[in-house]
């Protein structure tokens, strides 16, 4: 397509574009960088009574009527809150053409941060009834919510809380919604797993965003047994309640009263609501919102909402604790399945495991090494499939059957797997596994070797000391649990002073937007690469450049070097 036939298309698109926005019953205005509006749709024309020049090129603040709170449109939020456009639902005032005021609500259409353009569109729908309060004398509240506005702020918070496991994100996307819609100040206080109470987050709301106030957070006094202070009852769970700077202008009761009461201090807040966090099975902790001005008081319809907020807020923390706790004990029972190295003389040795980016935290990969009664070591590196639980126990049973194979008998490699492929199905919960057994052996001058065998796995790599390495693509079997009676094989090869031995699971490899040998490739390459540094390192860099993004799968490693002669060798270290 040539250039004049893209631009030509690109002119009838942008015409058809403004014809939909045109035919739309909401106010649109297209605004660029320095938030000035570039265009207006017809219904945000017929809206305010004005033309096109009247409106186009103009700063968006400067449409508002004079006596109208201005909302800003996409705002920077402060440190650690991020960037977000203004809540749907924002009420202000517009000016007509004539100068009356024209109450309308503001809902962006937002775009991700990565999507980020020259233009930015905002839409506005007119607010009916405040118009005509504020036409017949009558106060008209800019942060009071229809009830579809409160269905849809409920709607937006569960749907910022859903499958986020991340509680300090999940209490910032909870915030950015509620300011500075609902409130001037949003202050976060959570109950720690072991009782402590931390106040997690304080947020201010000013003309240029949100801003994180760090110097209001921190440790609190524990929660106490029996206070009637509004905090002191939400952080129980008993009640939700309105509160001000009055209400603790009074002797403190408890250290949180206190502490409440520099709060309203250092705030400025006039009027306040706080409610309860609370999850199915226990209280978390507590919100409180607050307003610097008395103009617009909090009422008994805001606990409502606000405690609706809290309950959805509660779920999603309580899930992610039950998260972090089955993460650790998962993680502990991982420590204990995963073996301690050998010590060996004259031999470098390192390990590394990367669990799943899953729940479970733990999976059917495994590492192995240990002493034969001949002075040999054996290494192993096997997968069960799946990464769960279940592949873990059974990645725990095929380990200890082979340690006791392979102990028991001084068999060649491939011989132990033969016996254990046969017992497999018999007194294990495993249905299919793959792994290398190899043997580390050193004969009588010192010069070391390897003996394997690989059922179904991924091949060794094998570095000579200035990088040039082969994949290990000898003495390869079918998988376990395929058919025991299938025949094996082994191979042997030298290991000269220098080399580099890399076992390896294929959650280092494997990509589901590329074929297998393309990991291989890269991981020879980056391995070649990676080579001349100490083997921690090695491994620790290759781990951060060959396993692929979008692998969802654990991955385990054992790398072995051979050191040269005019090396010091070092001890395996014990992970």
């Not at 649990?481 to 699971?505: C, I, K, M, Q």
């Amino acid at each position: 397509m040539g250039d004049g036939v893209r631009a030509s298309v690109q002119v009838v698109v942008e015409h058809e574009l403004a014809a939909v926005l045109d035919r739309l019953d909401v106010g649109v205005f297209a605004l660029d960088g320095q938030e000035r509006i570039v265009w207006a749709n017809a219904a945000s024309l017929a809206f305010l009574s004005c033309s096109a020049p009247e409106v186009v090129g103009r700063d968006l603040r400067a449409v508002h009527h004079p006596d109208s709170p201005q909302v800003p449109s996409p705002r920077t939020y402060g440190k650690g809150v991020g960037t977000a456009l203004a809540p749907p639902g924002d009420r202000t005032w517009l000016a007509r053409g004539d100068g009356s005021p024209l109450a309308v609500r503001w809902f962006p259409l937002p775009l991700r941060p990565e999507a980020e353009c020259g233009v930015r569109l905002r839409a506005f729908d007119t607010d009916e009834e405040a118009t005509r309060s504020r036409s017949a004398g009558r106060a008209v509240s800019t942060r009071a919510l229809s009830e579809r506005d409160r269905l849809a702020l409920l709607a937006d918070t569960t749907a910022q809380l859903i499958n986020n496991i991340d509680v300090d994100e999940s209490l910032r996307r909870v915030v950015r919604l509620m300011l500075p819609r609902l409130a001037d100040w949003a202050v976060v206080d959570l109950i720690t797993e072991t009782g402590a109470v931390n106040r997690s987050l304080v947020v201010y709301a000013h003309t240029g965003g949100l801003e994180v106030r760090e110097d209001l957070q921190g440790p609190m006094p524990p929660v106490p047994a029996s206070s009637p202070m509004p905090l002191s009852k939400a952080l129980r769970g008993v009640a939700s309640t309105l509160a001000g700077p009055r209400t603790y202008d009074v002797p403190p009761d408890t250290a949180v009263a206190v502490e409440q009461r520099k709060l309203f201090a250092a705030t400025g807040i006039e009027t306040a609501v706080i409610a309860p966090v609370k999850g199915p099975s226990e209280v978390l902790g507590a919100i409180t919102l607050g307003r610097t001005t008395g103009e617009e008081p909090f009422t008994p319809a805001d606990l409502g909402l606000l405690e609706d907020i809290g309950r959805r807020v509660g779920i999603a923390l309580e899930n992610a604790r039950h998260y972090q706790r089955q993460r650790q004990i998962a993680a502990t029972m991982q420590r204990y399945l995963l073996p301690q190295l050998p010590r060996l003389t004259g031999v470098e040795m390192t390990v590394r495991y990367l669990p799943a980016p899953d729940a479970s935290h733990v999976g059917g990969d495994w590492y192995d090494a240990f002493a034969l009664p001949n002075g040999d070591t054996a290494l192993v590196i096997g997968d069960v499939v799946g990464h769960d639980l279940e592949a873990a126990a059974g990645m725990a049973q095929l380990r200890n059957m082979l340690r006791a194979y392979a102990w028991a008998q001084d068999d060649a490699p491939h011989r132990t797997v033969e016996r254990l492929d046969r017992a497999m199905g018999h007194i294990t919960d495993v249905s299919m596994a793959t792994l290398v057994l190899a043997r580390l052996t050193t004969d009588p001058a010192g010069r070391r070797g390897l003996r394997w065998t690989n059922a179904g796995h991924p091949p060794p790599l094998l570095l000579d000391s200035a990088g040039g390495g082969r994949f290990l693509d000898e003495g390869r079997a079918i998988l376990l649990g395929a058919s025991a009676d299938h025949p094996r094989s082994e191979a042997l090869v030298d290991l000269p002073p220098g080399s580099t031995l890399l076992f390896y699971t294929d959650g280092l490899i494997e990509s589901r937007r590329q074929p297998l040998d393309i990991g291989l490739k890269r991981l020879s390459e980056d391995a070649a690469e990676l080579n001349p540094r100490q083997l921690d390192d090695f491994v620790d860099q290759l781990l951060a450049r060959s396993r692929p993004a979008d692998n969802d799968d654990d991955v385990a490693l054992l790398a072995i070097r051979i050191p040269r002669a005019q090396d010091s060798a070092p001890e395996a270290f014990a992970p």
